[in-house]
């Protein structure tokens, strides 16, 4: 069992930054890969960002390449999401996941946390 639990959500300005924060417990946070996504409200949940086990392969939904940047920190077992550049369109609760194997872009993880809101305002 994994418990995830994200931090870092709030209320920021168009083109500010947030960095959000899952920490990870329950199993060995080395073996999983990390996910971020997000959910709109009215609409499904997307994926936004992911980092292998290693940390050196990362994925980004084109919505957020060169905005977003997701990286890990095994000592503290916990994977951000350092968000720049922020529009009102990334609006949306965020979530975290794990899954173990290989890092992937639909929400076959296994692992969520309970989310954390973003608000973009214009």
């Known amino acids: 069992q994994v418990q995830l639990v994200e931090s870092?959500?709030?209320l920021v300005q168009a083109g500010g930054s947030l960095r959000l924060s899952c920490e990870a417990s329950g199993r060995t946070f080395s073996s999983s890969a990390m996910g971020w996504f997000r959910q709109a409200p009215g609409k499904?949940?997307?994926?936004v960002?992911?980092?292998?086990?290693?940390g050196v392969t990362t994925l980004y939904a084109n919505s957020v390449k060169g905005r977003f940047t997701i990286a890990r920190d095994s000592a503290k077992n916990?994977?951000?999401?350092?968000?720049?550049?922020l529009k009102?369109?990334?609006?949306a609760v965020y979530y975290c996941a794990a899954r173990d194997g290989?890092?992937?872009l639909d929400d076959k993880y296994d692992y969520w946390g309970q989310g954390t809101q973003v608000t973009v305002s214009s």
Do not use: H, K
Request: glycine content about 14%; cysteine-free; overall charge neutral.
């Open 88 to 91: 009102p369109e990334d609006t």
């Open 78 to 85: 916990t994977v951000y999401l350092q968000m720049n550049s």
């Open 8 to 10: 870092g959500g709030g």
């Open 102 to 104: 290989i890092v992937r």
């Open 44 to 47: 499904e949940r997307v994926f």
């Open 49 to 54: 960002a992911g980092v292998n086990r290693s």
